[in-house]
Every structure is written in C-alpha cells, then in structure tokens.
C-alpha cells in the first residue's frame, strides 16, 4: 500500500474545489474515474508503484462540493475546466489514463488539446454509439442487474464488495448519497445517450493510445474496442479474458503489468 | 370549496397478466403487443364524453394531464382535449384545468404561452394553468431532458411564459436553456394579468417554495389518499405559517379517487376489480424510472435518504397488490361507498388536509364508459352538493377564474 495524499483544489474561479488524490512517484499519470465516483483502488496501488498518480474527482462529485457541478453546463466547459486542473496541479502533458465515463473525458481532452496528453489509456471508454450495440443506460438500472453487465463473475468477491452495504445507517446513508450524486453529476454530460461529437473530434488525437477491454462487459460492449481504435492513428487494443467493464480490477495482476509497460515505452 | 373531475385517459383493456408479463406500465409497455388504435379513438372520445358529461352535471371544473409512453395515462398533448372541453363547455360555468403542459419538454415554452392563451380566449377566461415540472418518466426518459436539468429548465420556462404574458412590449429571452430573440404571443390570455397558476407536485421542498415564493396554488397529486398525504401537506402548512404567508386553503389543491354507488356494497362489487387494476396495473411501475440520478436536487435527495422517505414510499407499494376493497377503502387510498360514507370520509380528508381545491378520479383504470357517468351522476347529485360550501364563509379562491369564483348553479337542466 502505498500512502495517499488528499489534495484540495480550487478551479473555475474557485466555483469548483475538488479533491485530488496523490501518491507515487515518478513520471505524472492522471488517473480519471467512472460515473460512480473515485475510489482509490489495487489498480491505483499498482500505477503508483512507478508513477505519480493524480486521481482528480469530477466536479459535484467530491463530498461536501455537490454544487461543484453548477458552473458547467456541458462538455465544452469540462473540457476546458480540466485544463485548468492540469495548470492547477503543475502538470504540462501528463499522461491520462480514463475509466468508462472517465476514458470519454480523457478521450475529449485528447482531442481538444492533442499537445497536453502524453499518452492516453483508455479503459472502456464511453463515447461513440453503435445502434446495434448499445450502450447500457446504469443510471436507470438497479444495482443488481450493473453488477451482472459490469462484472465477469458477478458472483465473485469483488462484484460482492460493490454490493456491499455499510453495517452504519450514517454511513450507508452517506454512501448511497455520494453514488448517486456521483452518477447526476456525470450524467450531466451523457444523458440520454454517450454520443456527444467525439465521432467528429477523435481524429485529432495524437498520442500513442493503449485500449484495455474486458472481453465480457456487458456494459459497454468490446466491439467499441474497434470503434476507438479505428479512429486513433497511433492506438492498439488489449483484450482481457475473464474481465468486464472494470478488467484493471478483475485482472489486476495481467491489466498493471500492460499499463506500466505502456506507459514506460 | 371547488371540485373537479381529473381524468387520465388510461388504456382500459390491459391482458389480466400485464403486471407478470411487462416490465412497466410507463416508458416500456410494447405497443405493438399491447396497443390497439381502434379502441384508443374510442378511449379518447368516451374520455371527453365523461368529462363534459361531468360539466353538465354542475362539476366547477375538469381536469386533464400530460404523460407519454404510459399505458396508465396517454394524452401527450393536453391541449388538444381541452380545446375540445372548451369548445364543448361553452357558455358553461365550469373552469378547464389543464394540469397541464409539462414545462420542461416543451420548446420552446412559449409554445404553452400560446396554448394556454389560445385556451382562455376560447374559453371565455375559463382556463386554470397547470405548470407541471413532469415525471422522471416523461421528461428525462422519454423526452431525454438531462435529469440534473429538468427542475432549472422548469423554473426559467415557467419565468419565461409568465414574462410572455404579462410584458408590456416585446422581449428578448437569453436564457440558458432557451434563446428567443422577439417573445411577442399571440394572442394573451383575457384573464389579468394571467390565468391561475396551479403547481403539481410530490411533496418536495424545493416545490413548495417555489410555489409559495410565485403565490401559486399547490397541488399534491398522488393516489394514496388524504392519510399519505396528511404528512405532505401538514409540512406545506407549516411552511406556509413560518413563511408567514395566509393559510388560505385554496392555496392547495388535492387529488383523490373516488367511487360512489348506492350503497356500500354496491360499490365494492362495481368498483373492486377497477380499483385493484388501477393500482396494479396501472402503477406497475419500476423504482428505477422514478428517480433517475439528478431528478431530486442535491438537498431533496439528501433529505429524503436521511429520512428514509424513498424507503417508506417503496415497503407501502409493496403491500398494495394483496389489498382487497376494504383495505382500499380503510386506508382510504380510494373513497368509495354509498354516497354517505363518501361525503363524511371525503370532508374529513379536505377538512385534515385543508385543502380547498379538489380534484376527483371518477374514472379509474379499467371502469367501463357507463359505470363512469353512473359514478359522476352519483357524485354530482349526492356527495358534491353536501362539500360545497366548506371554506367559503371565510375565504376566497383566488386560485379560480375570477368570472367562476361565484358558487356555480348546477345546470342538470342541460343534461
């Protein structure tokens, strides 16, 4: 384990003050999470072995900043917000690394800014849209049937870790108000479906790209994996076995050893 | 007091297995499997019929709302059937209460400016204006607005239609949500300086307010009746008495379904099985569609996880399907009996909830065109007469067309 620093930032004209979660050291990698909100996880632990990692939480979605969300209407705003939380942390092109609702952003970044992003991992990202293979809505689903989509082994005891609920009523209380504002906050810029003009902008993408996806997430399904690739000059795709939409977690071991790598060629 | 007739215009032959065989009544239900043209024309036509017939019967007002994709309530336009019930009224003293065009999902909002406009005049300055925020159902999953929105884009559409009112000169709207260079309705309302604005709600915080801050009339529509609804509308009463604002109770409205017969077992025999299809059917209707993330506001969510209000609001659905009629009747979900038992449990209600605007679900669910006008005449001549006169000898209803605030004479005579 390694230690974990929590930073406080102040961004947007100090309207918006998410934490930041540091630890590690060497070269900077930005770490940015799904739609249900950070939690600083082995992955982590792992990436931190090698890298500074920088694990920024989404606007609104830090706890006791729910109105953090407010002053930004769009995906534009977003986009330019994160600019300025690299300028925040110092960071000139760091590498990104983005999760699901977190691998659109950093996708978006990418193309918005082609010259800050070192180089970009994406872990199932969202994103683009096929009709016939539609991403699942999980804002409208019940925690049951995401674990089913989300997990290879939905029996197993990481998807029975999310399923978990807190013995304390203050803490089960707090826990199902963080998720949720966590997923309004992101689905500010999905809702109703993922496919908000990356399509048009993708293109302009020039880092070196590494796509991970879990061969069975029922989530967002893995012929997305070609869909970004096609589309990204320099890009090549990891397929997992025995993962879903999260395989840095459901294959630790084989997912950190491919991102390190990646990440130090 | 002021009582209207509330119509959903639900689908009245569902197969007696929806509840096992479809996911939800709302958003979902296949139409193709389900749905059959011929019959909604006749749906749509005897709808109208009821509530006319309702009119003549002397009812003071009649009442249609807007959802989509549901199964238990199809008018996806309001304004088309009150434009009918206008038409049709004419002359009539009875108010149309259009409960009403949801805010949100109508762009641009001035459209409702218009309508409702278009209403008043047709009307003869008859009309009440429901500004309905919409459902998580209707508007962020079948018309896509995004949930963390939907409540903004309601306040600046119903500040917009308000301004395109009641301004003097021509306007430009540079709003977040909407951008409309030369706001200039055609035509405006003849009720000064606009119709009485009627705000449905489910009993949050964030609703009341926002009411009480416009001095809008607050209805609390939900089917559970005056039991649930003395904790929402006890916390609306004294909210209205710290905000030191007068507890007129024709600042609140109320909806409640009500079934009369002759007798009490009459109506239980007659009532029953639309009684149980209406709430099993008709509310089949998964937890998930009701509160996407973002639809409650950060403060309304907070407050109803702390107080385990979603909680308590899902164990009492859970039960409802092994009611039978008594339980109904008990719980008073539904007032139903001999016109006796529905006036003493009904005064009891309004008098609890102090409310002096009541709307009454006359038809419910599956009941077919006849029995529906029996349960009016029944309500009309019996029970309706005998609520009339509560509140008015020391309030006025300032929430009503001003040219209706008179006690109406009940024109049978028509019929």
Redesign the interface.
């Known amino acids: 384990m390694v230690a974990v620093q929590e930073r406080t930032i102040s961004v947007w004209e100090n309207k918006i003050k998410p934490k930041v979660q540091v630890a590690g050291s060497g070269p900077p990698v930005v770490f940015l999470h799904g739609a249900y909100g950070l939690t600083w996880d082995p992955f982590l632990d792992e990436l931190a072995r090698n890298f500074t990692v920088y694990a920024p939480e989404h606007p609104g979605t830090t706890w006791g900043d ?2 953090g ?1 407010k002053p930004l ?1 769009n995906l534009w705003d977003l986009v330019l917000y994160y600019d300025e939380v690299f300028d925040q942390l110092g960071l000139q092109n760091p590498a990104v690394v983005g999760h699901s609702f977190g691998g659109m952003v950093a996708a978006e970044i990418a193309a918005s800014y082609p010259h800050r992003v070192g180089q970009l991992v994406l872990l199932c990202p969202i994103g683009l849209w096929r009709d016939d293979a539609p991403v699942k809505n999980w ?4 925690p049951e049937d995401v674990i089913k989509a989300v997990f290879h082994d939905p029996t197993g005891p990481l998807a029975q870790q999310m399923l978990a609920i807190p013995e304390d009523e203050k803490a089960q ?1 707090d826990a ?2 963080r998720t ?6 992101t ?2 810029f999905i ?2 479906i993922p496919d908000k003009g990356l399509k048009k902008r993708i293109h302009r993408i020039t880092s070196s790209t590494l796509l991970v996806w879990g061969k069975s997430d029922k989530l967002v399904p893995p012929v997305y994996a070609q869909e970004f690739a096609s589309r990204i000059k320099n890009s090549r795709i990891a397929m997992i076995d025995q993962a879903g939409h999260v395989p840095q977690l459901e294959q630790l071991g084989e997912v950190s050893t491919l991102v390190r790598d990646f990440l130090k060629s | 007091m002021k009582i209207s007739m509330f119509h959903l215009m639900p689908y009245r032959d569902l197969p007696d297995d929806f509840e096992q065989r479809y996911h939800s009544v709302w958003v979902d239900p296949p139409w193709k499997e389900l749905g059959n043209a011929e019959k909604v024309g006749q749906y749509y036509n005897w709808t109208l019929d009821e509530l006319i017939y309702a009119a003549k019967s002397g009812m003071d007002g009649i009442c249609v709302n807007e959802h989509h994709q549901n199964a238990y309530g199809f008018m996806p336009n309001p304004n088309l059937m009150g434009s009918v019930l206008a038409r049709a009224t004419n002359g009539m003293d009875v108010a149309i209460v259009q409960m009403g065009s949801t805010l949100p999902t109508t762009n641009p909002p001035t459209r409702i400016a218009e309508e409702y406009a278009m209403l008043d005049t047709m009307s003869g300055g008859r009309l009440v204006a429901g500004m309905p925020l919409g459902t998580a159902m209707d508007a962020t999953l079948c018309a896509g607005i995004t949930p963390i929105e939907q409540r903004e884009r309601y306040y600046e559409a119903h500040d917009l239609i308000l301004k395109a009112w009641t301004a003097p000169d021509i306007f430009a709207w540079n709003g977040k949500y909407f951008q409309l260079p030369m706001v200039n309705v055609w035509p405006r309302p003849i009720q000064q300086p606009h119709p009485p604005v009627w705000i449905p709600g489910l009993g949050s915080l964030s609703t009341w307010e926002f009411a009480a801050q416009h001095n809008h009339c607050y209805c609390f529509l939900n089917y559970y009746g005056p039991v649930v609804g003395k904790g929402v509308m006890d916390g609306f009463w004294q909210f209205i008495a710290q905000k030191g604002i007068e507890p007129n109770p024709y600042r609140a409205g109320f909806l409640q379904l009500v079934a009369v017969a002759e007798t009490d077992a009459l109506a239980e025999k007659l009532y029953e099985k639309h009684i149980r299809y209406f709430y099993n059917k008709s509310l089949h209707i998964p937890g998930e569609f009701f509160f996407p993330p973002g639809h409650q506001d950060y403060r309304s969510l907070e407050n109803s996880i702390r107080k385990g209000l979603l909680k308590s609001q899902f164990d009492q659905l859970q039960a409802i399907p092994n009611y039978k009629f008594k339980d109904f009747v008990d719980k008073r979900l539904v007032i139903a009996g001999s016109p006796a038992t529905v006036r003493d449990m009904l005064r009891q209600g309004v008098e609890d909830l102090r409310v002096g605007n009541l709307m009454v679900l006359l038809h419910i669910g599956s009941m077919p065109h006849d029995l529906t006008l029996k349960n009016i005449d029944l309500f009309t001549r019996e029970v309706m007469p005998h609520l009339h006169d509560k509140w008015d000898d020391k309030w006025e209803n300032k929430w009503w067309p001003e040219k209706l605030r008179a006690k109406r004479q009940t024109s049978l005579a028509a019929l």
């Open positions: 729910p109105d969300i209407d804002m409208i689903m019940p209380q199902q108000i949720t504002w966590a997923l309004a906050c689905g500010r809702w109703p």
